[in-house]
């Protein structure tokens, strides 16, 4: 991989940034959304210059914060007309870089627009705008005896908006999908200020050609998603938790093999190494086994006899693949410990070192041994600190580096490790993401991801829907 | 299906030099006799339209080339499988040459990781044997999937019976592999279920009806075998009844498998069909067909509920315990669409969807159309997921009842999206459904499409006239020809 992401990126902050006011645009800004929803001072702009991947930043020009989608209609207007690239975002919990702001740009903040809209118990839908929290959703969910599944660690900050952008997975993908799988309609302000309603309540759908699919995932670059409605479940009548504790990584990953091999298809899988459960058992404190080499964490859920059945076969497989211990968690309580621990392990990673660099590359079930193996065998190589976890069920792997910005020589090293992961889940069959995104921190290894005719035609797209290059300018693919 | 002579529309333009350089380039499996054009010229829509020749794809470089000629000379190319798509969507209309891509039919199950790899001509019944000898499953299963291969699936993300607790056809796609209109092989996706790397174009091609590319393989996702299944039929005193028996169903947060609906012309043609009732003392009576599939335990637990809410809403009832029982039940299903012709010798076939709570005041509708327009209106479909096959017959030459029968489309498709639904659920717009696309979909949304389109396929070879160009069905006469598939 040639040229170097982190210090490209290091390189434009705030020295060479300019300040915010200088846009041309702020006072239209200003008059059409109120001072109050215009920020541009250079302390103010600055939370917005990054999001929760390492070592990347810009401070934008100005931060604006529109309440209705009338007012994204006129923000893209006004930005249209005095070619001013806009960054839409969210909480800002990404982690490919996808809403880091280019120069002298507008952040459009959609928090404000949180309004649930409507529930409809009876046709299992929620409409929402784009910037309610992700875990509000759940809860809405829950409290009508209803499941919203897809659940990305960061759920609790993150926003469906960025949830759709971003086409977010979770814990429970193995079962259920990830947040597309839920996606039923869309509102979309496209880049020439027309509004978009793509979709509607029913569960089909094949009038012409698919242009929801198309916005979930694209990261802000070709549209703005203003409203979501969400597709609804019954909820699970029942729900049980498993931990299993494995001396060798190996063991792990043949058990997961044996639970798919069995036809058994949990709602969750997630795999945990060793650096990572000692991390978060001191973080988190649940009693998680110190000596284990591996940890499966394994919830099945559904109708009660079909759960029981499920528990039994798989921890006879787990103890067939050499689990040194199988344990079911007792009670919902002591389940949802479990699942809490797991949702901290980058929290609990990121104590360690000044900066965390949390990856997403994803393989084949099958290769998934091979994968770890060579993920440690790479960051040793480079003398490197690697943590990994992930959702095993998936094939979805997150190594986590943990380093420290300040030591260029360091990240170096990181990024040439990061660019061997990535080649190796090429290898074998996989792919640089799973559910983080392209953003900025992935654009150097798309095209070896896709091949030259499919990148080719990602820009033709961005070029046909984004013709002035407005939309969040230079991530996924430069047009 | 024999040959017969058929005019050939000799005013449009002449592929001629063209197709004389695709014989050069691919010899033998560029056939231009009579018989090939004409089997390539329709499909389940009976619209005939006469390619200029059709390529029998051996290998999936023989795409590359044809659709780089295609682009050299502009010449349209459609992608044919099983050719029984109802729409129109596989006839081409605008001549030039059909690839026939039902010989890429290879199918690979990847048994630990429970997912299959098929070549585009795969058969859909073919891939679910395989699959479930391997003791999988792929849910979708449309009612042509004895001869509709996974290709035309993807083409037009077809539905069936299992939507409702399953999916359709796009929640199982995985990957796809295949060629560019320009002639490019790419590759969406791969043998894992997460891809979060660049735009979703798998999932643009997926339902764009073969005019954004040419798949050429596919990696799907399958599910485990359920362990039990359970199957019960019951009859409702009238269809909003029926209907709303459905939303008692699913407030019950059963979900099940299959949730069938037929309205009392669709029970009553089946009963002439087969001789037989399967409730003599309700002769007639509209009719839902629930499946219930799962762990046996829950099967039999979930059983129980299905019982107490048929003895609560419906006025008789009748359970399969074995698969014998269940196939009895299921055949008033199979033979009710062919047994319609009793009642016209001309169908407008439409598959409209409505919001599940919809579909009550849709029972409505539908009963004050048929008073109104004096037609018969024979509606049966999947009530689990809102998709209703409405079908609409008359008689061809009666100019009057013709009439009629076009205002009846107008309406309905109106009415389906003021309540908040779609004009199509799984056929697809193809030809017949183009002069309600816009009605469905925002100037705005189609403007979007055709930008897409002309970024893909700058030439515009591939299928042309569909989707977008409105083209009148009900002006159209269909060739008269019995296909494998149809029932009668």
């Known amino acids: 991989m040639k040229g170097s992401l982190f210090q490209e990126n290091r390189m434009a902050d705030q020295e060479t940034c300019s300040i915010g006011g200088d846009l041309a645009c702020v006072p239209a800004l200003n008059a059409r959304l109120g001072p109050g929803c215009v920020l541009t001072g250079a302390e103010d702009v600055i939370p917005y210059g990054f999001d929760a991947t390492a070592a990347l930043k810009q401070r934008p020009g100005a931060v604006v914060f529109p309440k209705t989608t009338s007012e994204v209609v006129d923000i893209v207007e006004i930005a249209r007309r005095h070619r001013t690239p806009i960054i839409t975002r969210g909480s800002g919990t990404g982690l490919s870089g996808g809403s880091v702001p280019v120069e002298n740009s507008i952040v459009m903040c959609l928090l404000g627009m949180n309004r649930i809209l409507e529930l409809d118990t009876r046709n299992l839908t929620l409409l929402v705008e784009a910037g309610v929290v992700t875990q509000d959703i759940f809860n809405q969910a829950d409290a009508a005896g209803l499941l919203y599944p897809p659940d990305p660690s960061s759920m609790k900050v993150s926003t469906i908006g960025g949830n759709v952008a971003e086409n977010s997975g979770g814990l429970r993908g193995l079962k259920y999908g990830v947040t597309r799988d839920y996606v039923m309609g869309l509102e979309v302000v496209l880049a020439d200020g027309s509004v978009c309603w793509l979709g509607n309540k029913c569960v089909k759908d094949v009038a012409g050609y698919n242009l929801r699919d198309l916005f979930i995932g694209s990261e802000g670059t070709l549209g703005i998603i203003t409203k979501v409605l969400l597709k609804l479940l019954p909820k699970p009548a029942a729900r049980r938790t498993l931990l299993a504790t494995f001396g060798r990584m190996d063991a792990a990953a043949e058990t997961v093999s044996a639970i798919i091999e069995a036809k058994i298809i949990p709602c969750t899988l997630e795999f945990l190494d060793r650096k990572t459960i000692h991390c978060v058992e001191d973080y988190a404190r649940v009693g998680l086994p110190l000596d284990a080499e591996a940890l499966l964490l394994i919830e099945s859920d559904g109708h009660p006899a079909a759960v029981e059945d499920d528990v039994t076969r798989i921890a006879a497989l787990a103890r067939r693949h050499g689990a040194i211990e199988v344990n079911c968690a007792r009670d919902a309580v002591e389940a949802a410990q479990l699942a809490t621990a797991r949702r901290s392990a980058f929290s609990a990673l990121a104590r360690l070192k000044p900066t965390t660099i949390l990856e997403d590359a994803t393989v084949p079930r099958s290769e998934l041994a091979n994968m770890i193996r060579s993920i440690q065998e790479v960051a040793q190589r480079h003398g490197l600190d690697v943590a990994t976890f992930g959702h095993f069920g998936d094939g979805n792997l997150h190594p986590t580096f943990l380093t420290n910005e300040r030591d260029a020589d360091e990240m170096r090293r990181v990024e040439l490790a990061m660019g061997e992961i990535f080649e190796r889940a090429c290898e074998f069959g996989g792919t640089i993401t799973g559910e983080h995104g392209v953003g900025l921190a992935k654009k150097p290894f798309l095209r070896r991801q896709l091949g030259n005719a499919s990148y080719a035609l990602l820009k033709a797209i961005k070029r046909t829907l984004d013709p002035d290059g407005l939309l969040n300018p230079g991530k996924v693919v430069d047009a | ?488």
């Not at chain 2, 067909?289 to 829950?298: C, F, K, P, Y």
């Not at chain 2, 002069?435 to 002309?454: C, G, N, T, W, Y």
């Open chain 2, 1 to 488: 299906m024999a040959a017969r002579k058929h005019n050939i529309d000799r005013s449009r333009e002449s592929y001629d030099a063209a197709t004389s350089a695709l014989k050069r380039a691919l010899g033998s499996r560029v056939r231009t006799d009579e018989e090939s054009l004409f089997r390539a010229s329709f499909d389940g829509s009976k619209l005939c339209y006469f390619p200029d020749a059709v390529i029998a794809v051996r290998a999936e470089r023989d795409i590359g080339t044809v659709l780089a000629l295609a682009n050299k000379h502009g010449v349209p190319v459609t992608v044919r499988g099983g050719g029984t798509s109802l729409t129109g969507s596989g006839s081409p209309i605008r001549g030039g040459w059909v690839l026939d891509v039902s010989a890429l039919d290879s199918i690979v199950i990847y048994e630990r990781e429970g997912m299959a790899e098929v070549g585009v001509g795969a058969k859909i019944s073919a891939i679910q044997k395989a699959a479930e000898d391997a003791g999988w499953y792929y849910p979708p299963d449309p009612s042509s999937k004895d001869h509709s291969t996974i290709g035309g699936n993807i083409a037009c993300n077809a539905g069936g019976m299992h939507g409702a607790k399953y999916g359709v056809t796009r929640d199982f796609v995985l990957a796809l592999t295949g060629f560019l209109p320009t002639g490019e092989r790419v590759k969406w996706g791969g043998r894992f279920k997460k891809f979060a790397c660049g735009y979703n174009l798998r999932d643009l091609w997926i339902g764009s009806e073969g005019t954004l590319g040419v798949v050429t393989s596919a990696v799907l996702k399958l599910v485990p075998k359920p362990e039990a299944k359970w199957t019960l039929v019951a009859a409702f005193a009238e269809e909003a009844v029926a209907l709303g028996a459905v939303q008692a169903l699913i407030g019950r947060r059963l979900l099940p498998s299959i949730l069938e609906f037929l309205d009392r012309h669709s029970v009553q043609c089946a009963e002439r069909a087969t001789g037989r009732s399967l409730f003599p003392e309700q002769r007639g009576k509209p009719l839902l067909l629930v499946e219930i599939d799962g762990t046996a335990g829950e099967v039999a637990a979930k059983q129980q509920d299905v019982l107490a809410w048929a003895a609560e809403h419906a006025v008789a009832s009748a359970e399969a315990r074995t698969s014998e029982e269940a196939e009895k039940l299921w055949e008033v299903r199979r033979k009710c669409s062919g047994a319609m012709f009793e009642l016209g010798d001309a169908k407008l076939n439409e598959d409209v969807v409505v919001p599940l709570f919809s579909q009550v005041a849709f029972a409505g509708f539908l009963d004050e159309l048929q008073r109104s327009s004096r037609l018969p209106i024979a509606t049966f479909g999947h009530a689990g997921d809102g998709n209703f096959h409405v079908n609409i017959m008359y008689h061809r030459d009666d100019a009057a009842e013709s009439k009629r029968a076009e205002k009846v489309v107008q309406r309905l498709m109106r009415k389906v999206v003021a309540l908040g639904g779609t004009i199509t659920g799984e056929h697809g717009i193809g030809l017949a459904k183009t002069p309600f696309l816009r009605l469905d979909r925002s100037e705005a949304e189609v403007r979007a499409m055709l930008a897409i389109k002309h970024a893909l396929d700058p030439r515009g070879i591939m299928n042309p006239g569909k989707i977008f160009e409105v083209f009148e069905v009900w002006k159209h006469r269909p060739i008269k020809i019995r296909l494998p598939w149809d029932h009668r």
